[in-house]
């Protein structure tokens, strides 16, 4: 997921063994632009939730990214009351759906005047976590949001502990769905997250791919649809089916 080199060592591997088609989330665009152009020469490409964007005519699937983050800042104006310190948590800035989200966060956030700093966080889990939990230790933050998974769960974990030894207490928020992720969730450890509909982006990927393969005209894809979900409407069924998509 945050690793361009192990990206590429299977994009080449899979196109060794012969594979007919690729989808892939590229990890970044600087590091997997000549890797994809390269597949591209010899069978179709499709990248999903990321994409390179100075690579033409590149099949694409995901969300509105910009419209989710906004739709996850309008969650944290709506329900922060007094808070005002809100830290944006930064992690590989350099991949498309991050860019994306952090554009739709920082462009509402700043509309309503909130204080904003930001947070650098590492790819490695434990170092995510180490940064985190020393910056909730040090920062005057009260608000924290997160863009990606990873970024969330470090975050969310880094907190739960802090809140054992009676410090740290902030409001999170984030976008991705780990297992991990929905039990902080449930625990309201975390307030609100951004999901997409994984069920729908991974067929439509798919589906794209196959339709390439077959060489059918390109048709147009239906958008793929997202939900910001709290402890109290997590459990409501069509949240339900975001939340634990493998669960039909």
Known sequence: EN????????????????????VIAPVNSTDLKEPIEKAQKG????????TVNTIKNLPSISCDN???????????????????????LRNSMDCSNIQQRYLGVLQTIKSAGKDIEYWEIPNDSQEAYDTAKGMLQTSMADTLVALDASTLEAAA???????????????????????????????????????????????????????????????????????????????????QRLLFPFVR
């Open 3 to 22: 690793n361009a080199g192990e990206q590429i060592s299977l994009l080449q591997r899979e196109i060794n063994n012969g594979a007919d088609a690729i």
């Open 43 to 50: 069978i179709p490409v499709v990248t999903m939730q990321s």
């Open 157 to 239: 974990k880094a907190e739960k502990d802090l809140l054992k030894t009676g410090s740290a207490q902030v409001q999170i928020y984030g976008i991705g769905r780990t297992n991990t992720v929905v039990s902080l969730l449930e625990e309201q450890v975390i307030n609100s997250i951004g999901v997409e509909n994984e069920y729908n982006l991974g067929y439509l990927s798919i589906r794209t791919a196959v339709d390439k393969i077959n060489k059918k005209q390109d048709t147009n894809q239906a958008g793929i649809n997202f939900a910001i979900v709290n402890h109290a409407n997590m459990y409501n069924s069509d949240n």
């Open 66 to 88: 910009q419209k989710l983050g906004s739709a996850l800042a309008d969650a944290i104006l709506k329900n922060g009351g007094s808070r005002r310190h809100i830290a944006i």
